[in-house]
């Protein structure tokens, strides 16, 4: 009977080990003495490349856009579509360009109409269709 339980205890211990622990003559483990510093840059290998040109300027988009998002505290899901759209290049931080003549204004607009919809304490449905006649030109963007 106690060498039915062992027999058994030894076969479900096997199954459940990883292969790698049933090995044998497996090569020793590397000493901590020879491992590089935590810190230090890894050893170049023959077989390292230098990044090609499109890949040199994505990485320059990438910090750009990513400086960017800092700058600008973007967070979440707000970081994330500035994200996309600038590594896209549909950004002036992607593009490297200020905005048009009239994306300028346009942004200026919406800027004056978002304070006046505020400074009006305007909510909800008020608060929309104000934003839509603004933006339209058809309101008056003052108090």
Not at 9 to 16: E, K
Not at 54 to 77: G, I, K, P, V, Y
Not at 82 to 106: D, I, N, V, W
Not at 113 to 130: E, I, K, V
């Amino acid at each position: 009977m106690i060498r039915f339980l062992v027999a058994g205890l030894l076969t479900v211990t096997a199954f459940a080990m990883p292969p790698a622990a049933l090995a044998q003559g497996t090569a020793p483990a590397v000493p901590p003495s020879t491992t590089a510093p935590a810190g230090a840059a890894a050893p170049a290998s023959p077989a390292a490349r230098q990044p090609s040109a499109a890949q040199a300027a994505q990485q320059e988009r990438m910090r750009s856009c990513n400086a960017t998002a800092t700058s600008r505290h973007l967070t979440a899901d707000a970081r994330r579509s500035f994200m996309s759209e600038c590594l896209a290049g549909r950004t002036p931080a992607a593009s490297g360009h200020e905005p048009s003549a009239a994306q300028a204004a346009q942004q200026e607009r919406m800027r004056s109409c978002n304070t006046t919809a505020t400074s009006r304490q305007l909510a909800g449905t008020a608060r929309r269709s104000f934003m839509t006649e603004c933006l339209a030109g058809h309101g008056a963007s003052t108090d």
